[in-house]
């Protein structure tokens, strides 16, 4: 039997660890994101004694990941390059970095070991700018959740037809950029949450309704949302049932952040709309309430941020917008006074 703790297994400390933050409240999604790279480094240095690994054996994985590892992916192999280029971004490799020092930080109170991150800087990364779609993405966007590609059929007419999923796709994206939902509470919405009278939406607390952090909350969608998720559960045979995802696949299967992100960068292509992603309507959402008048504190509330330090990024934004809006537009420099 082993009576010293800093001998176990990286393996048991890993499920320790796993519970321990699950305890602590964290959402499942980042509790399985910590263990996920705890594993994927444990098949890299093997299954050892924790107390045995060193800061050599954290920089050695490190480098490994930023040089050498190649992410898993699924889009289609480019045949013009024989060696993957794909590498992890900047921000993915602080995130292992952020995933190790929580682990260590935990089994350094528990087991008494020596820190093997102490003296590791994280990996510096710069923020993506904050980007908002644009009227006219928006509108080529909800065009293309509508009708097919165009056909061209010989000694024909060219002819466009009516997409199955249109009334769906267009509910679903005004419902995005009405909100400002994050893609996992968009996914987790069911039919009873959900009150087309009001507009109330209820973002329920914790995992069950995909609030990131835990933080459930209530948001509003105005008429024109209302009325085009009205047309699209009218068709739907458990439009009654407060149980059913409010937005489901062909399989009658609720979204999930994956296939929701595909079917937006699909729609996106037909488009013509270029970096399109599911929370870039968070940001659109965001920016637009700012410029239309709405204040950062309803904001902070609407989106579920425990500050206000993204929300005053939105807000710099809007003002940036107003400002550059109104050079170009002053009365009194158009009639050169």
Known sequence: MNRNPSGLLFSLCIDGFVKYKTAEGLSQRTVDSYEWVLRKWMEKIGDQPVGKITSADVLDYMTYLRTEYVPHTFAKPNPAHDVPTRKLSPKTLRNHWITFKAFF?????????????????????????????TQEDLAALLKACVYSREYNPINRHNFV????????????????LDTGLRASELCSLKIGELDLRTGKVVIKHGDEGGAKGGKGRTVFIGKSTRRAVWRYLADREDRDDPESPVFINRGNHPFNSNSLRHLIVRLADKAGVKGAHPHKFRHTFAITYLRSGGDVFTLQALLGHSSLDMVRHYAQIAEMDIERVHRKASPVDNLRF
């Open 105 to 133: 930080g935990w089994a350094v109170a528990e087991f008494k070991i020596k820190n093997p991150m102490e003296g590791i800087p994280g990996p510096r990364y710069k923020e993506a700018p904050v980007a908002a779609f």
């Open 161 to 176: 037809t009516r997409r199955p999923s249109a009334k769906r796709d267009e509910a679903m994206i005004m419902f995005m």
